[in-house]
């Protein structure tokens, strides 16, 4: 995950657009339903996925923020981690999943969230419960055993908002199978549905898009009031108590950096690339110019996805190169904003 997304625990909300078109897609019950968000962040992806409706919500959230502005909007919301939650199993009429897009590192082997999201939730799901996956399409390929062998009726259409497209987002539909359904199910099955959703994540953007009116209608059956318990560490208190601790005093000399001013002028003049370098590492950041000139000005790196396709044996190969630009902000006395990329 790149860093800005780290900064925010890897929350990647949902746009409101798509949340209104998901929503038609889904059907309740005239009786209560529960629904499930363990990636709630502030709650208004969930809200809106279940609005109008007579609907107990419940969400995880990491982010103490986030999680504050999700129990405003009449959430129930436990705020810590989403793996130290138990939960009776198949007790959620619906689960809104949208995880973090990261990998988690393991001793053996690394996986994607993605996938380890799906395996911890889906059995909290009822059977015939509805499931609503929001993933970057490529990673379709690692759910793809749990979606095959769990769902039926699975549905996957690509997101066009300019933040969905920004990160590839499709969204997954699904019903999960009962007992019944599964202990039929066949070999050659469960085989051709993940074969179809490995083809789907080699070339996502041939997804047809998510339409405005839907062409199927998913029935979310009712639910109880669901109890719900966190038995991992009680976050809140150890951030208020991490600034007392002797221990933390003495690391964070070296752990948090303070900061430098740096004054003076140079030694000799400097040509265009000491400029460059000391615009692009921010230290030329900061206020200039007098009168109706005067600005502010900010450098920062932005990481660049160029795409290329070639044919090699008859199939279209997509390559994607990775590189770094500099972009300056320039915000003047005037109310004036410019960007130079």
């Known amino acids: 995950?790149?860093?800005?997304?780290?900064?925010?625990?890897?929350?990647?909300?949902?746009?409101?657009?798509?949340?209104?078109?998901?929503?038609?897609?889904?059907?309740?019950?005239?009786?209560?339903?529960?629904?499930?968000?363990?990636?709630?962040?502030?709650?208004?992806?969930?809200?809106?996925?279940?609005?109008?409706?007579?609907?107990?919500?419940?969400?995880?959230?990491?982010?103490?923020?986030?999680?504050?502005?999700?129990?405003?909007?009449?959430?129930?919301?436990?705020?810590?981690n989403c793996f130290d939650v138990q939960c009776p199993v198949e007790s959620f009429s619906l689960v809104y999943l949208n995880p973090p897009y990261?990998?988690?590192?393991?001793?053996?082997?690394?996986?994607?969230?993605?996938?380890?999201?799906?395996e911890h939730v889906y059995r909290w799901l009822k059977r015939g419960g509805v499931l609503v996956m929001v993933i970057p399409g490529r990673y379709?390929?690692?759910?793809?055993?749990?979606?095959?062998?769990?769902f039926r009726e699975v549905r996957v259409h690509r997101l066009t908002e300019p933040e969905s497209v920004k990160y590839k987002q499709v969204v997954v539909m699904g019903v999960r199978r009962t007992r019944a359904e599964r202990d039929r199910l066949q070999d050659s099955e469960i085989t051709r549905a993940r074969m179809r959703f490995e083809s789907l994540a080699t070339d996502p953007e041939r997804l047809s898009p998510l339409p405005a009116e839907p062409d199927h209608l998913y029935a979310v059956p009712p639910g109880e009031a669901v109890r719900m318990v966190y038995r991992g560490l009680p976050l809140d208190q150890i951030e208020?108590?991490?600034?007392?601790?002797?221990?933390y005093r003495q690391a964070s000399a070296v752990l948090?950096?303070?900061?430098?001013?740096?004054?003076?002028?140079?030694?000799?003049?400097?040509?265009?690339?000491?400029?460059?370098?000391?615009?692009?590492?921010g230290m030329l950041n900061g206020i200039f110019g007098d009168g109706e000139t005067r600005?502010?000005?900010?450098?920062?790196?932005?990481?660049?996805?160029?795409k290329s396709e070639e044919e090699e044996d008859g199939k279209t190969v997509?390559?994607?190169k990775e590189r770094f630009s500099n972009e300056l902000t320039l915000v003047f006395c005037t109310g004036e904003i410019a960007s130079l990329k």
């Not at 746009?15 to 889904?26: C, D, G, H, N, Y």
């Not at 995880?60 to 705020?79: C, D, F, N, P, Y």
């Not at 001013?261 to 400029?275: E, F, I, K, M, W």
């Open 102 to 118: 990261d990998f988690e590192i393991g001793e053996e082997r690394s996986q994607r969230m993605e996938r380890l999201f799906l």
């Open 140 to 150: 379709i390929h690692d759910c793809s055993q749990t979606l095959a062998h769990q």
């Open 256 to 281: 948090i950096a303070q900061q430098s001013d740096v004054s003076g002028r140079p030694l000799t003049p400097l040509h265009g690339g000491h400029v460059g370098l000391l615009c692009t590492a």
């Open 1 to 80: 995950m790149r860093l800005a997304g780290r900064t925010r625990l890897g929350f990647y909300p949902l746009p409101l657009p798509e949340a209104e078109r998901i929503r038609r897609f889904l059907a309740f019950a005239d009786k209560q339903c529960c629904a499930l968000d363990p990636c709630i962040g502030d709650g208004v992806a969930l809200g809106e996925i279940t609005s109008a409706v007579s609907v107990l919500r419940y969400g995880i959230e990491l982010e103490a923020g986030r999680a504050e502005q999700a129990r405003a909007k009449g959430s129930e919301v436990i705020h810590g």
């Open 295 to 306: 600005h502010i000005a900010h450098w920062q790196s932005v990481k660049l996805v160029d």
């Open 240 to 247: 208020d108590l991490l600034p007392r601790s002797s221990a």
């Open 318 to 320: 997509i390559r994607e």
